[in-house]
Nanobody, 128 residues
Framework: QVQLVESGGGLVQAGGSLRLSCAASGRTFSRDTMGWFRQAPGKEREFVTAIRWSGVSTDYADSVKGRFTISRDNTKNTVYLQMNSLKPEDTAVYYC?????????????????????WGQGTQVTVSS
């Protein structure tokens, strides 16, 4: 059974940091592009960032550029999201996702519909 399990969410003050993890199981994900998305209450799910199997990130949402960093450890089937300088507007449920599809154009990986597997999400709350 393929599973993606996020962890590391929580409550943090503005300016603080959190590191999210997404552990994949059920098969190897070393060739997948892994993405992070988030969904705030009353809003649509939005792309945060993604990383190719090679470890090269595809892109970051403008709202998180310079503050968030995605990385992965293929030996552990795990992808990480380091979040620094957190803001109240970063409050959301964060989801990781996996896509086996290959696109040379990074913009495709911003589309949630192109990911086959999703985790259950982890809540991140940033207080002001």
């Amino acid at each position: 059974q393929v599973q993606l399990v996020e962890s590391g969410g929580g409550l943090v003050q503005a300016g603080g940091s959190l590191r999210l993890s997404c552990a994949a199981s059920g098969r190897t994900f070393s060739r997948d592009t892994m993405g992070w998305f988030r969904q705030a209450p009353g809003k649509e799910r939005e792309f945060v960032t993604a990383i190719r199997w090679s470890g090269v990130s595809t892109d970051y949402a403008d709202s998180v550029k310079g503050r968030f960093t995605i990385s992965r450890d293929n030996t552990k089937n795990t992808v990480y999201l380091q979040m620094n300088s957190l803001k109240p507007e970063d409050t959301a449920v964060y989801y990781c996702a996996a896509s086996r599809r290959y696109y040379s154009d990074n913009s495709y990986y911003t589309r949630s519909s192109l990911y086959e597997y999703w985790g259950q999400g982890t809540q991140v709350t940033v207080s002001s």
